[in-house]
């Protein structure tokens, strides 16, 4: 019978099943600090051990600074991050893992951009993490999905995962994205279509010619987002750009397990023929730069758009959430969006910042300077090495000498974890992935956009319509 | 884990959609290496006026009046009723654990997101999902009775309204069991040892380069 890919994943890795419960293996298991400590933990008070430490590798992300490294640990102010940083060095030196890359390592970074670039995300796999975004890795025809701490805690003791098989929904975006249409623009507007809850239940496959002409970046995006979309899990299919990619990373395959690995892969896609839940189709000419208005990445609307009004709620309970988000966000109906100054500028996250990310916003940065409204524009590339090749390739220099401040990697203002945050009443232009009340600092307002609308609206002082710049 | 059996107990109305998980449990809190003590912070943000950091003397802080968990009314309530997407966003488990610290041992919404949904039964609590014209009544009938009750049977897989209406609702059937008896997940799947080890060698000969 004709699979689909999830199915293909799923069922390459179920070692026993009993009415619909499978106990699935997992293959990779990726670490950072503030979801494992209580695993750990746990795994002391019980006396056991990591089942298979070759599979584990380790980040700080969340909570590390992102500038004064100069003064090293010693730096973080906070006592309490200091300590969940230090504890889980602690607990890798305690319990083992393949590879770990602490504060401060050339290679630290958010662990979603890491993973892929050390070749420690390969296709095929089953990869879980104690993160939502987990799902960014299902770029590479890998299974891979958020779990709880409880979870992380069962895949280190057990090196399995008790899971019931999802539904399928297939995503397929056809035609050819316009100039200054990104994978980040097509992930909003996609939620926007299906909503925030549409993919509850779900594993998303995206397909169609816009994800095949994409690179490994943009789909790493796609999936990372689809989280957003209430699904788990966002696959795609492998196929000579995610080949391509793998080759020659750290942990990639060796020359003599080279090819059999690739056969394998190339088997990776769903099949002809083979049956999803649920489709939903867009067109790539119908996606314009897409900006989020509201507390929930569902509330998006194309660059030219406005904040929608009321009369456009499908019910009662959407019209309440819409009042409140008006409210929280300081925003009438029917604002153009054009007219929405903001005050700083956020580019980084596991969804957006990656060198291609990087390169992007340059473009539209070089020569020019953040608008004085803008009192803060912060760029955090996603690792060390993105770090290293954007100052490589002179991004650095593009982005400080326009006004933006250049950071160390990490999460940073994301979730405002650490000191980088808005303080209340602050809006924000950011390409991170979640635009929730107090996600980036209590009371602070955050509209989600792709790294060419950030940086172009960092210039402007207001969001613009990047297919106008030049 | 703690079992759950059954519960009658006074219900809270949280009327609003897609409540995330960084508004259960910001993330200033999640800086503790503990699993235990989020309660007081649980839907921090809405709940006082001020800014909440970790440490703080919860008692002291300016309560929310226009918050409804803080209505002496609702006070012990121990069945949380809300509405669709419930806990979606961030995978922390610490989101559940804030709900639990608090009181709650029943969630009742017309959906979750799937990790929350997942997160909640590993800590002994009871996410139920009804169907959305059913949580709407039930919104009716909190709101006029003060003192409302929900009595959940989790074996019968029953809601029954202090009117005598019964609710029937689902509940996989290796979760039911877990729950009922407070079973810990670890344990049960490490009795299926062999059958992981068996596994493993033969994924290891088809994918030798995942061992590497
Ligand atoms: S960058 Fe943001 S979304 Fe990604 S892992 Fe870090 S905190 Fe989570």
Redesign the interface.
Known sequence: MAKTLYDKLFDS?V??E??G?A?I?I?RHLVHE??S??AF?GLRL?G?KP??I?SIVATAD??TPTNGWDKGLSGIA?P??R??IE?LSDNIREFGAKAYFPFMDSRQGIVHVVGPEQGAT?P??TVVC???HTSTHGAFGALA???????V??VM????L?Q?K?KTMQVVVNGILGKGVTAKDVALAIIGKTG??GG??YAIEFAGSVIRNMSMEGRMTLCNMAIEA???AGIIAVDDTTINYVKGRP????AD?WE??VA?WNTLHSDEGAAFDATVTLNAEDIQPQVTWGT?PEMVVGIDGKVPSLEMAKNE??R??WE?AYAYMGLTPNTLISDIQIDKVFIGSCTNSRIEDLRAAAAIAKGKHIAPNVKLALVVPGSGLVKAQAEQEGLDKIFTEAGFEWREPGCSMC???NADRLA?GERCASTSN?N????QG?GGRTHLVSPEMAAAAAVAGHFVDVRDLS | MQAFTQLNGLVAPL????V?T??II???F??????SGFGPNAFD?WRYLD?GE??MDNSKRPINPDFVLNQSRYQGASVLLT???FG???????A?WALEDYGFKVIIAP?????FF??CF??GMLPIVLKADVVDGLFNQVSVTEGYKLNIDLSAQTITTPAGEVHPFEV???RKHCLLNGLD??GL??Q?QD??KA??LK?QQ???????
């Open positions: 890795h070692v026993t009993e009415n419960t106990l293996y293959d503030v979801t400590p209580q933990e019980a056991r089942w298979r070759s969340h909570n906070d309490v991050a300590l969940q504890t390969l095929g796999m104690g993160d939502s999905h958020g779990i709880g701490t409880s979870e805690e069962h003791a057990t090196q399995c008790v019931k999802s925030t809850a509850n239940g209430g699904a788990r942990f990639s395959p060796k397990q059999a690995a394998y929930s309970v959407q309440g959430d409140r979730l405002a974890m209340s979640r929730f009340e107090g996600r209590q | 009327d609003r959609a897609n995330d960084d508004a910001p993330k200033q999640l800086k503790s290496i503990k699993r943000e800014q970790p440490g509405r669709e997407n979606c966003g961030s995978s922390r488990e610490h559940p959906s979750f997101a799937d990790i997942n997160n590993k800590n996989d059937a290796f997940d670890i799947t490490m299926q059958k992981i596994f493993e994924h088809a994918q030798p380069w995942l061992f590497n």
